[in-house]
Nanobody
Framework: QVHLVESGGGLVQLGESLRLSCAAS????????VGWYRQAPGKQRELVTT???????SYAASVKGRFTISRDTAKNTVYLQMNSLKPEDTAVYYC???????????WGQGTQVTVSS
């Protein structure tokens, strides 16, 4: 069983930054791709960014150039650096390991990010 715990969410102003962390229960990020998802109230869950087991990354158009995913395999942690935050980035952010089909498999509990204008 894989356990993921997100942290780092909070309330920030327009244009500010936050760094989210996703800590795993073991050394899994060398083997699993990981995605950061977000879900805003009344909206479907959205895949924001992914990082593969070999370190390749991808981003949704809405966050490209502002968000950066990275990992520290020694700390069993994946990070999401979010810069130039906008009110539309307000959501609960989840990390998840991805299965071979690119879908979330093991999920964290989520962390709230709120951006005020």
């Amino acid at each position: 069983q894989v356990h993921l715990v997100e942290s780092g969410g909070g309330l920030v102003q327009l244009g500010e930054s936050l760094r989210l962390s996703c800590a795993a229960s073991g050394n899994i990020f060398s083997f699993y791709a990981v995605g950061w998802y977000r879900q805003a109230p009344g909206k479907q869950r959205e895949l924001v960014t992914t990082i593969t087991s070999s370190g390749g990354t991808s981003y949704a158009a809405s966050v490209k150039g502002r968000f950066t995913i990275s990992r520290d395999t020694a700390k069993n942690t994946v990070y999401l650096q979010m810069n130039s935050l906008k009110p539309e980035d307000t959501a609960v952010y989840y990390c998840a390991t991805l299965n071979s089909g690119g879908l979330g498999y093991y999920w964290g509990q989520g962390t709230q990010v709120t951006v005020s204008s």
